[in-house]
């Protein structure tokens, strides 16, 4: 290990001797999170909130962008309507959390906290929609799911997690079609253009889509750990629910017809990615465009005169365009306060004390690389903005990089094995496209299909695992 990694030993466990550990301390220590009572169920504190709120913000102008509005569903629904598509409801069971008494009554009918709204959201579509001028439904909803997970993990998996949830109505097949696309394709900018998170997006096995879907897309991110996390999903549910719940319009024609159905959701779980993407063992390495704090100032004997001033006059000099910390806690020492924000992530540290006064200039650090290097005062503006860029496109660069190293060809199923056994990431593989050899593949070695990519690659006329003729080329790997 490392010199600059050996101040950091104490806390942070060393991800290459155990990640989940690392994880665990990683949410932690940066306090992102603390565990509530209920198990499954995480408190996201100030620090861990503020990285969702950025990217809420980002994504909900996405979404008002392309014309979409937010709405507000009722938290709890009626079994009755769960049952109402059956495929949707068997796929959810085992996750749902029932309300049976209000107060000291028992209540007639169960009601199920929300796992996902679909249901309730398609019983008012069906009272409100009459014609087809109303078309497309556009809507939107932030909100918090419960789903009763067995094992959890803070963001990768919780009982209780934030997330949005889209549902639109539109007249035709290909409108919808168009939608489903559409919203993966913002999902996609949002991981790379704000996460810095590189990911391969494309459709999931029918074994894998959406509960109730004609078809699901996905994007899907590999972890440092060669785990893959879905990330992000968008669904085309074609007539399914529409014909459920008897949404019906008068079209074009002059007859009654069922409306075509898309929902799509990211949640919390982009937190977890951020984490497991760039996080080291020193902590948090967070990407400026989502992180709370994207430049910290720290002054250097700040008892002494005009440090304190300077380090305030250069916070308001970098504009309420960055997101700027002055820590003046006169408590603990230069050095600690370099290990603190160092583990919380924070993009660029500015250190400032008189000797820097006197030569015009400030000590910039960046966590990305752990390089410190000395830069004038004038222009300091001009010189943060263009490094807060730098350090998201290296931060893309090099978890594309490192995807790119863990992800290689499969020549047969044992192959595949030995490969995921020894060095877990991304296989691509070709497929026959039939449950029985995906349901092998899993039970033989606990990894899925994580998607069937949009950019295909021919590498064979054979399904790696069975042998058969096969239809796609698929990614595989362990998951989250």
């Given at each position: 290990?490392?010199?600059?990694?050996?101040?950091?030993?104490?806390?942070?466990?060393?991800?290459?001797?155990?990640?989940?550990?690392?994880?665990?301390?990683?949410?932690?220590?940066?306090?992102?999170?603390?565990?509530?009572?209920?198990?499954?169920?995480?408190?996201?504190?100030?620090?861990?909130?503020?990285?969702?709120?950025?990217?809420?913000?980002?994504?909900?102008?996405?979404?008002?962008?392309?014309?979409?509005?937010?709405?507000?569903?009722?938290?709890?629904?009626?079994?009755?309507?769960?049952?109402?598509?059956?495929?949707?409801?068997?796929?959810?069971?085992?996750?749902?959390?029932?309300?049976?008494?209000?107060?000291?009554?028992?209540?007639?009918?169960?009601?199920?906290?929300?796992?996902?709204?679909?249901?309730?959201?398609?019983?008012?579509?069906?009272?409100?929609?009459?014609?087809?001028?109303?078309?497309?439904?556009?809507?939107?909803?932030?909100?918090?799911?419960?789903?009763?997970?067995?094992?959890?993990?803070?963001?990768?998996?919780?009982?209780?997690?934030?997330?949005?949830?889209?549902?639109?109505?539109?007249?035709?097949?290909?409108?919808?079609?168009?939608?489903?696309?559409?919203?993966?394709?913002?999902?996609?900018?949002?991981?790379?253009?704000?996460?810095?998170?590189?990911?391969?997006?494309?459709?999931?096995?029918?074994?894998?889509?959406?509960?109730?879907?004609?078809?699901?897309?996905?994007?899907?991110?590999?972890?440092?750990?060669?785990?893959?996390?879905?990330?992000?999903?968008?669904?085309?549910?074609?007539?399914?629910?529409?014909?459920?719940?008897?949404?019906?319009?008068?079209?074009?024609?002059?007859?009654?017809e069922h409306p075509y159905h898309?929902?799509?959701?990211?949640?919390?779980?982009?937190?977890?990615?951020?984490?497991?993407?760039?996080?080291?063992?020193?902590?948090?390495?967070?990407?400026?465009?989502?992180?709370?704090?994207?430049?910290?100032?720290?002054?250097?004997?700040?008892?002494?005169?005009?440090?304190?001033?300077?380090?305030?006059?250069?916070?308001?000099?970098?504009?309420?365009?960055?997101?700027?910390?002055?820590?003046?806690?006169?408590?603990?020492?230069?050095?600690?306060?370099?290990?603190?924000?160092?583990?919380?992530?924070?993009?660029?540290?500015?250190?400032?004390?008189?000797?820097?006064?006197?030569?015009?200039?400030?000590?910039?650090?960046?966590?990305?690389?752990?390089?410190?290097?000395?830069?004038?005062?004038?222009?300091?503006?001009?010189?943060?903005?263009?490094?807060?860029?730098?350090?998201?496109?290296?931060?893309?660069?090099?978890?594309?990089?490192?995807?790119?190293?863990?992800?290689?060809?499969?020549?047969?199923?044992?192959?595949?094995?030995?490969?995921?056994?020894?060095?877990?990431?991304?296989?691509?593989?070709?497929?026959c496209g039939e449950k029985e050899?995906?349901?092998?593949?899993?039970?033989?070695?606990?990894?899925?299909?994580?998607?069937?990519?949009?950019?295909?690659?021919?590498?064979?006329?054979?399904?790696?695992?069975?042998?058969?003729?096969?239809?796609?080329?698929?990614?595989?790997?362990?998951?989250?």
């Amino acid at each position: 290990m490392g010199k600059k990694d050996k101040q950091f030993v104490q806390d942070i466990t060393p991800m290459e001797v155990d990640f989940p550990q690392w994880y665990t301390d990683v949410i932690l220590k940066t306090d992102l999170v603390d565990y509530s009572p209920v198990k499954g169920f995480m408190v996201i504190k100030p620090y861990g909130y503020a990285i969702w709120e950025n990217i809420q913000k980002y994504m909900d102008k996405r979404f008002k962008d392309t014309g979409h509005k937010n709405m507000y569903f009722p938290l709890l629904i009626p079994e009755s309507l769960l049952k109402k598509e059956e495929e949707h409801v068997e796929g959810f069971a085992p996750e749902v959390a029932w309300v049976t008494h209000g107060g000291k009554e028992e209540l007639a009918e169960r009601l199920c906290v929300r796992p996902t709204s679909e249901t309730i959201i398609c019983s008012m579509y069906s009272k409100w929609l009459n014609s087809y001028r109303e078309l497309p439904y556009l809507y939107n909803q932030w909100c918090s799911v419960v789903r009763w997970e067995k094992a959890t993990r803070p963001f990768l998996r919780t009982s209780e997690f934030l997330w949005q949830e889209g549902h639109t109505l539109h007249e035709t097949y290909e409108e919808a079609q168009q939608e489903t696309l559409q919203m993966l394709n913002i999902y996609r900018e949002t991981a790379e253009d704000l996460l810095a998170m590189p990911v391969v997006t494309g459709r999931k096995s029918e074994k894998e889509k959406f509960a109730g879907a004609y078809a699901t897309y996905t994007m899907e991110a590999l972890m440092h750990d060669g785990k893959a996390l879905q990330a992000g999903t968008s669904h085309n549910l074609g007539q399914h629910f529409t014909k459920a719940f008897d949404i019906t319009y008068l079209g074009r024609n002059g007859e009654m017809e069922h409306p075509y159905h898309t929902s799509w959701g990211v949640s919390t779980r982009l937190i977890g990615g951020i984490i497991m993407v760039h996080g080291d063992n020193r902590g948090l390495v967070l990407p400026p465009r989502v992180a709370p704090i994207q430049v910290v100032i720290v002054p250097i004997a700040q008892h002494k005169e005009g440090v304190l001033d300077k380090a305030y006059e250069l916070k308001k000099g970098l504009g309420d365009e960055i997101r700027i910390e002055i820590d003046d806690n006169e408590n603990y020492s230069p050095g600690w306060k370099f290990n603190e924000w160092e583990m919380k992530g924070v993009p660029i540290r500015i250190e400032i004390g008189p000797r820097d006064i006197e030569n015009n200039q400030v000590m910039i650090f960046r966590r990305d690389t752990l390089e410190k290097e000395a830069v004038s005062m004038d222009h300091l503006k001009e010189t943060v903005e263009k490094l807060l860029d730098d350090i998201h496109n290296n931060l893309l660069e090099k978890a594309r990089k490192h995807r790119d190293e863990k992800t290689y060809y499969v020549e047969s199923f044992e192959d595949f094995k030995e490969k995921m056994d020894k060095e877990p990431g991304f296989a691509k593989a070709m497929w026959c496209g039939e449950k029985e050899c995906e349901e092998n593949v899993k039970a033989q070695t606990s990894a899925t299909i994580r998607c069937i990519p949009f950019e295909q690659e021919n590498l064979g006329h054979k399904c790696h695992f069975c042998g058969k003729e096969a239809k796609h080329m698929v990614y595989v790997a362990k998951a989250y």
